[in-house]
């Protein structure tokens, strides 16, 4: 798996502050066209996005940052509200972000070291090989989400009420995603059926044994043959 270099404080903290944007933005977006309007708004967002994004490229390997079509697409928006004051292309800002990382993650799919591997293996560094194809899998599930979620904030943002566009990127989109999230631990677990003595995996393995498909059979036996490598004590249980 490629290494990267680790983002400075700087880039780290401008990052934040690029992913606060897009994640406030619906929050903040009547508010700040009230105060500075379209026009007012698109310009500063346009200098936001250019220091934020430099920020997000140095912070993360190349290949999962925002490429140029990616910026592109930004600017141009931002652009286009700054020269006809409508506010609909300030609107679809947050589709053109999440078209972006669905783009990153698919593309990561493709190679040997997916956004979810790499995630995975940074949580976990013992974590065996066999993983990886579950990690793919995520992520192009993932991809898919992202693109889902970028056509339903456009479709809002050109056809829809403001208050639908608010509603859901301000909650909804979250709250799927958060659902989505619990669905996908659900399958992991029943996947690998890797268990530790931890509440939650005592009651996983209550309904999904890990000597009853081989794939559970597989990860435990890793497990043990690790926890005896690393000197620690073997399951309660």
């Not at 609909?88 to 947050?94: A, E, G, N, Y």
């Not at 992520?139 to 208050?163: G, H, K, M, S």
Request: net charge positive; aromatic share 14%.
């Amino acid at each position: 798996m490629t290494e990267w270099a680790r983002p400075t404080r700087g880039q780290v903290l401008l990052g934040l502050a690029f992913a606060a944007l897009v994640v406030a933005w619906p929050l903040v977006a009547d508010w700040t066209v009230a105060h500075l309007g379209v026009r007012g708004l698109a310009a500063t967002l346009f200098g936001v996005g250019a220091v934020s994004l430099r920020a997000v490229r140095g912070a993360v390997p190349a290949e999962f940052s925002y490429g140029r079509s990616d910026s592109g697409v930004w600017f141009a928006l931002v652009a286009l509200g700054l020269v006809t004051g409508q506010r609909v292309f300030l609107l679809l800002l947050p589709a053109a972000v999440y078209v972006a990382i669905a783009r990153i993650f698919e593309a990561s799919a493709r190679r040997n070291d997916s956004v979810v591997e790499r995630v995975a293996f940074l949580i976990e560094p013992h974590a065996p090989d066999f993983i990886r194809p579950y990690c793919r899998r995520v992520t192009r599930f993932w991809a898919a989400v992202f693109l889902a979620n970028a056509a339903v904030i456009a479709a809002l943002a050109v056809y829809a009420p403001i208050q639908w566009w608010r509603a859901y990127t301000g909650w909804i989109a979250w709250l799927v995603f958060a659902v989505l999230l619990g669905v996908e631990f659900v399958v992991r677990k029943a996947h690998f059926r890797n268990y530790d003595d931890k509440p939650v995996d005592l009651l996983f393995e209550r309904f999904f044994p890990s000597d009853r498909t081989e794939m559970g059979r597989r990860a435990m036996a890793y497990k043990a043959q690790m926890r005896r490598s690393l000197g620690r004590p073997e399951r309660e249980r």
